[in-house]
């Protein structure tokens, strides 16, 4: 069984940074090219912010602006997402997904992504 569990989350200051964990059980390789980070605020469509492939590519939003920075551990069992310089904007549940995007420039389309964890928020006042 298939299970991405998010943590880190919680309340910060402008400015300040978090680092977001998702612990990755049951998932083999052959099923996913790619994990992400996800964000959805309230009444907002849920956004892509990072991808990394299996190769180690990475790709990110634009608007992050080079502040967030995505990663994973050997075993590819922890996804990480370093969070910098957080704005009141970032706000929002974050999630981690596993998927097969065809290639890179779909890195960020939650279409492609097949299994999520549940989120963990994300508040940043100002």
């Known amino acids: 069984q298939v299970q991405l569990v998010e943590s880190g989350g919680g309340a910060v200051q402008a400015g300040g940074s978090l680092r977001l964990s998702c612990t990755v059980s049951?998932?083999?390789?052959?099923?996913?090219?790619?994990m992400a980070w996800f964000r959805q605020a309230p009444g907002n469509e849920r956004e892509g912010l990072a991808s990394i492939f299996n190769n180690g590519r990475t790709t990110y939003a634009d608007a992050l602006q080079g502040r967030f920075t995505i990663s994973q551990d050997n075993a590819k069992n922890h996804l990480y997402l370093q969070m910098n310089s957080l704005k009141p904007e970032d706000t929002g549940m974050y999630y981690c997904?596993?998927?097969?995007?065809?290639?890179?420039?779909?890195?960020?389309?939650?279409?492609?992504?097949?299994?999520w964890g549940q989120g963990t928020q994300v508040t940043v006042s100002s």
């Open positions: 049951g998932l083999r390789d052959i099923f996913r090219s790619s």
């Open positions: 997904a596993a998927g097969s995007p065809s290639h890179a420039g779909l890195g960020l389309d939650p279409y492609w992504y097949n299994d």
